[in-house]
């Protein structure tokens, strides 16, 4: 089945630099990847998503990416703001499965 | 549209009792299901449903029981509480057809 690794568990940035967030997934059938953020106490969010037959995707100041070939996408983050503190989530969707195949997480903390 | 609610907010049981979580959504989501989210971690699948009379298992659905007589409704029972079982509850539900998963905020419970 769907195997996703998320990297790091934690990233902290010095406010206004980028924060670079990386998954990798198993299962080469897997068709769609979004991200989802949450913050503390609060339940979790989409904020980007992006569809295989996609490379890149951007929305203002937050950008994903997809390699298909090594298995891996990125949550990039540009000019980072307190606001951007929190957790968060990558996903797959493998084909043959009903249900988002969740990262652990990774925490992230921008410092002032 | 309410979206995803879910009812309590919080609760605290003690060690054998049961207690039914609520989770109810007005978008006509034929797909829905349980996440528990233990402090500082992800998202663990409990149970899911693809519609009406369907439900299936996720990764942990032991001491869970669910049901899913009308696409709005879709009941977490606990049957038998066990500290372990001290977390986050989160539902989830999404249309068919479609990737997003629109999450309700959450129900806090401790068991002593």
């Known amino acids: 089945g769907e195997n996703v690794e998320q990297h790091p568990s934690t990233l902290s940035v010095q406010e206004g630099d980028s924060a670079v967030i990386k998954c990798t997934y198993s299962d080469s059938a897997s068709n769609y990847f979004p991200w989802y953020k949450q913050e503390l106490g609060k339940r979790p969010q989409l904020i980007i998503d992006?569809?295989?037959n996609v490379g890149e995707k951007k929305d203002q100041r937050i950008a994903v990416t997809l390699n298909k070939t090594a298995k891996h996408f990125s949550l990039h983050i540009t000019e980072t703001q307190p606001e951007d503190s929190a957790v968060y989530f990558c996903a797959g969707y493998p084909d043959s499965n009903y249900q988002l195949i969740w990262g652990a997480g990774t925490k992230l903390i921008i410092k002032p | 549209n309410a979206g995803v609610t879910q009812t309590p907010k919080f609760q605290v049981l003690k060690t054998g009792q049961s207690m039914t979580l609520q989770c109810a959504q007005d978008m006509n989501h034929e797909y829905m299901s349980w996440y528990r989210q233990d402090p500082g971690m992800g998202l663990r699948l409990i149970h899911y449903?693809?519609?009406?009379?369907?439900?299936d298992q996720g990764e942990v659905p032991n001491g869970y029981n669910v049901s899913r007589s009308t696409t709005e409704d879709f009941p977490l029972r606990l049957l038998s509480a066990a500290p372990s079982q001290t977390s986050v509850y989160f539902c989830?539900?999404?249309?068919?057809?479609?990737?997003?998963?629109?999450f309700g905020p959450g129900t806090r419970l401790t068991v002593t």
């Open positions: 992006i569809r295989s």
């Open positions: 989830a539900s999404r249309a068919s057809g479609r990737y997003e998963q629109y």
């Open positions: 449903s693809v519609g009406a009379g369907i439900t």
